[in-house]
């Protein structure tokens, strides 16, 4: 594989600004091709972002030689279907979060790679952050001894017209998948497990999970509490806690800092990412991608198909279906 990676962007909405501006700082990567249904969206962001080429079909971008890999960022339920069209094209992918709306869509998507024999990753950019990997550091260390929970809310208010999509049933909305998920990677990320039981209570309207709160609990005994919302306002904090002190991460999924309290006593760890924390995400995918990998080390496919099938569980408990579940 040549040293530098071009990229193509799939769907330029919102997320993919962020993508956009974090590749400029990314040694070895380039944006060079935007993709979406509406040339003039893609005229637009490529405009924006001085992308050399615009498609107005993703299939004519995944017969581009000069593209790479892509990043897949159109909405939930469009996941599956893009990201197959690119992988069968023999394309690298990274695919926003959710990977995909269920497990046996991810599981699916995880076989059409390896049958292609291209690297494909779920983009859980909080996985990748420095001050994660200082935090899962620290708790290995045994400084705060054994983690015996985990909390972490991601809550926020919206209503249905500042973004329709996430109170549409049809376009898997609601928090779980678009902000539950941050929380149930945290929790895997300290405890490595799965869960023993998953309980969980939610707030239904509009078809979709409002505010959702679950609870894990391990082999050992040990309990983590996830809360998401789009209808609540919560500090979005993570916190892991041990026999002999814990771990606050403020902010969680984009988390800067850490702070670390054992014996009463606090010091704060100061750890940004290269930029809006994409960075580190896109780096990843390059390095596996120029060392012939087909899944990271720090987010394999069997990781997120892991965590689709806790959300799974957790939408059969609160009675949430989707049009695409079997």
């Known amino acids: 594989m040549k040293n530098e990676i071009k990229w193509g962007i799939v769907g330029p909405g919102n997320i993919a600004n962020k993508f956009a501006q974090a590749i400029k700082i990314v040694p070895g990567a380039s944006l060079f091709a935007v993709a979406s249904r509406s040339e003039e969206k893609s005229r637009e962001f490529a405009e924006k972002y001085d992308i050399p080429k615009v498609f107005s079909s993703y299939e004519d971008m995944a017969m581009c030689s000069d593209v790479d890999a892509v990043y897949i960022a159109t909405p939930h339920p469009f996941h599956k279907s893009c990201a197959e069209i690119f992988l069968n094209a023999k394309k690298h992918v990274l695919c926003e979060k959710p990977v995909c709306v269920n497990a046996k869509q991810a599981t699916d998507l995880m076989q059409c790679a390896e049958k292609n024999g291209v690297f ?89 999970d409002c505010h959702t709160n679950i609870l894990l609990k391990y082999k050992n005994g040990a309990i983590a509490s996830i809360s998401s919302a789009t209808n609540v306002v919560k500090p979005s904090t ?7 002190g814990y771990i606050v991460l403020p902010r969680f999924y984009g988390a800067q800092e850490l702070v670390v309290s054992v014996n009463k006593e606090e010091r704060r760890i100061v750890k940004p990412s290269m930029g809006n924390g994409f960075e580190e995400e896109i780096c990843e995918a390059c390095n596996c991608i120029r060392s012939g990998k087909l899944q990271s080390d720090i987010m394999p496919m069997s990781k997120s198909i892991q965590i689709l099938k806790q959300m799974d569980h957790i939408r059969e ?10």
């Open 238 to 244: 993570g916190c892991i806690s041990g026999t002999k």
């Open 120 to 208: 494909l990753m779920e983009a859980m950019w909080t996985r990748f952050l420095p001050a994660i990997q200082e935090a899962i550091k620290i708790a290995k260390s045994g400084e705060i001894g054994e983690i015996r929970g985990v909390s972490a809310d991601f809550c926020y208010f919206i209503t249905p017209n500042e973004d329709h999509k996430i109170y549409r049933n049809d376009m898997a909305g609601g928090s779980l998948l678009d902000v539950g998920v941050y929380g149930l990677n945290l929790a895997d990320i300290f405890f490595e497990e799965d869960p023993e039981t998953i309980t969980a209570i939610s707030d239904i309207n509009y078809g979709i």
């Open 317 to 326: 408990q609160i009675q949430l279906k989707y049009p695409f579940d079997i």
